[in-house]
């Protein structure tokens, strides 16, 4: 069988397992509502990237994307949320480190997917 490596599904299933065991140990802190928010964005950003690999169209593909670069940010907030906030557990420098590293593989194919798009659209005419 051939497998073809995509760095950003990777990179979200890592980011996602990470966001999962910090959750749980949120929810240990009874911190259930930003738990539950940051559970939600920081595993669906992989759920549309996963989306995206049957895309219909490279416009498709590009909504697809838009939509977990969306959740990442989303993400972020609820990261730095916990950061700042002095009652809640602060272990999330990994979390930070691996969605700001997820964010700039998301960013890249989403810039280049872009070009490509408005490149494919000059050559038809």
């Known amino acids: ?35 539950n928010q940051l559970l939600k964005a920081g595993t669906s950003i992989g759920a549309s990237i996963h989306e995206a690999q049957n895309a219909e169209s490279k416009a498709d593909f590009i909504h697809k994307i838009k939509i977990a670069t969306k959740e990442l940010e989303e993400t972020k907030y609820w990261l730095l949320l916990c950061k ?11 979390l930070t480190e691996k969605t700001n590293e997820l964010g700039l593989i998301l960013y890249k194919i989403l810039s280049t997917s872009i070009k490509s798009k408005k490149m494919d659209n000059l050559t038809r005419y």
């Open 1 to 35: 069988m051939f497998v073809i490596k995509n760095n950003a599904v990777e990179k979200s299933i890592e980011l996602a397992l990470l966001i999962i065991k910090y959750c749980e140990q949120l929810e240990k802190n009874i911190k259930f509502l930003i738990s």
């Open 84 to 94: 700042k906030s002095n009652s809640y557990p602060d272990d999330n420098l990994q």
